[in-house]
């Protein structure tokens, strides 16, 4: 450890109130070299070599282990370890690992080049997850996407519920409407939402992400990997919002967190003076934005599109909710798009139902509109039914229907009451009722019920009891062709066969 190193460390303890941890993955040393530093009140003499505390307590295998690395740099201290164990070394694996790592050839930090861009040309996109949102009934992933011009340092942030291709175009869209136009090229890290697979040089984009690339005249541009220097300004964005934004506020909802973004990103962001440019973000974005390509006429369409066939109850599923579309639609095939905040409902072309969209789970959002004539129209299918039954009764019965249909009385309620009593006493029982009722033009279900009561006193016949099946009710409105009883009189008639 040298002086710089150790000052270092005691700047960024004391001074930046950073943890031991951080230190030591920033320096990218152990956290017992950060312990050692901090425990020291003073840093070693200015005169003593890098590596010189390495060296005493390594003592002659020091040249043992640098011709190793030599001829193999990518040993590794544990195995450099079992190696000189067997030579005699008796010291600890920590300084032996620190001695190696200021060794091995290659290990000093990489240098970058820094690049200041034009005006209007460059960008940098990355989202972050941020932690979660309850709504309702449901816990939803909260994520911020955060766009950056490379030029003035201009910010935009927007808050998703999740990180779909649809949601990430969408923000896209945003920001360009709120910059007031598109940069030339956009860097982004190698999201799936942009690349697909990447074999070294060989990018295989997104193909709808392309799509809506060339919608807007944009260039994506994927970081190499692991390469996080090559997007450090929306890298240093996300930091920023992290900081400033979000600590120490508490997010109750997803409209509360965006609202808020949007008077954050006004009234401090992008006023505040940039510890790079020394210049308010605002002052610079006036050569930014004449130099963005124009908007086109449309936004491009960002929605999820989906089908779906809609339930016998006229609804569609989508995301774990149930949407109503109007009756007629019930059991087709629909299509679904959905955007972040609604949600329409297509029959090919034709739009037959909008809701706004639903981020709870397991609900049911309805139109009430969408049941309009609903109820009408199945009592007319009802009523149709028990027309045709009722003719089927027998020959006077379309005679006798015309005069109930003339009558004030309910039709529906009628034809229900006598098929009743066609189902209790039997069909050849109500056609004679029928027959009286029509020679004395008597319409209504309670003349046919006197009339087959005095037909069975007259032959002292019992009231016969009506089955109630409790556990099958819709057995007992089964229809079941009536036995003609002459049968079985023909059989009485008929001479013996003495042969």
């Not at 506020?249 to 949007?262: D, K, L, M, N």
């Not at 006004?266 to 390509?293: M, S, W």
């Not at 009802?382 to 039954?389: A, D, G, P, Q, T």
């Not at 209504?444 to 009891?465: C, K």
Request: proline share 4%; net charge positive.
């Amino acid at each position: 450890m040298d002086s710089e190193l150790w000052a270092t460390i005691r700047r960024m303890r004391e001074v930046d109130k950073q943890s031991i941890s951080a230190i030591a993955r920033q320096l990218h040393k152990h956290r017992d070299t950060v312990r050692r530093a901090l425990s020291s009140v003073s840093g070693p003499p200015a005169n003593e070599p890098r590596g010189r505390l390495a060296e005493d307590k390594l003592g002659p295998f020091t040249r043992y282990i640098g011709d190793r690395l030599k001829e193999y740099p990518d040993l590794t201290a544990s195995k450099l370890l079992l190696e000189i164990r067997k030579q005699g070394y008796r010291g600890g694996y920590t300084i032996l690992k620190e001695y190696v790592r200021d060794l091995r050839p290659g290990s000093a930090s990489t240098a970058f080049l820094r690049l200041e861009t034009q005006p209007g040309e460059y960008a940098q996109v990355d989202w972050a997850n941020i932690g979660g949102v309850q709504i309702g009934n449901a816990r939803r992933q909260l994520s911020c996407f955060v766009m950056v011009l490379s030029y003035s340092r201009m910010m935009y942030l927007e808050f998703t519920l999740s990180q779909r291709l649809e949601d990430f175009m969408a923000a896209h869209v945003n920001a360009f409407r709120y910059f007031g136009g598109v940069p030339q090229i956009i860097n982004y890290d190698n999201l799936k939402t942009v690349v697909l697979s990447r074999v070294g040089a060989d990018i295989r984009f997104h193909p709808r992400f392309m799509d809506f690339a060339g919608y807007y005249l944009l260039r994506p541009v994927p970081c190499g990997i692991r390469k996080a220097n090559e997007k450090g300004k929306v890298e240093s964005g996300i930091k920023y919002v992290r900081s400033a934004f979000l600590a120490g506020r508490v997010i109750s909802s997803h409209a509360q967190a965006q609202a808020e973004a949007e008077v954050w990103l006004k009234d401090e962001c992008n006023i505040r003076v940039h510890g790079t440019t020394h210049e308010r973000p605002i002052d610079r974005f006036k050569a930014d934005r004449v130099r963005l390509t124009p908007l086109p006429g449309n936004d491009y369409d960002c929605a999820i599109a989906a089908t779906a066939r809609a339930t016998s109850q006229a609804l569609v599923h989508f995301d774990s909710n149930r949407y109503s579309v109007p009756f007629a639609y019930a059991s087709r095939i629909l299509t679904i798009k959905a955007w972040p905040r609604r949600i329409t409902v297509y029959s090919g072309t034709r739009q037959i139902s909008a809701h706004v969209r639903c981020y709870e789970k397991y609900r049911v959002i309805e139109d009430p509109r969408h049941y309009d004539g609903l109820l009408a129209q199945r009592k007319k299918a009802r009523l149709s039914k028990h027309v045709e039954l009722f003719l089927a009764l027998g020959p006077d019965s379309k005679a006798y229907l015309k005069g109930l249909a003339a009558s004030e009385l309910n039709l529906q309620s009628q034809l229900d009451r006598i098929l009743a009593m066609a189902a209790q006493y039997g069909k050849s029982e109500v056609n004679v009722a029928i027959a009286r009722a029509l020679a004395h033009g008597a319409y209504g279900a309670h003349f046919i019920q006197n009339i087959i009561l005095q037909q069975r006193a007259a032959r002292n016949m019992p009231e016969p009891q009506q089955v109630v099946l409790t556990k099958k009710p819709q057995w007992t409105e089964l229809a079941v062709e009536e036995t003609d009883m002459a049968l079985y009189d023909q059989l009485f008639d008929e001479e013996p066969d003495h042969e």
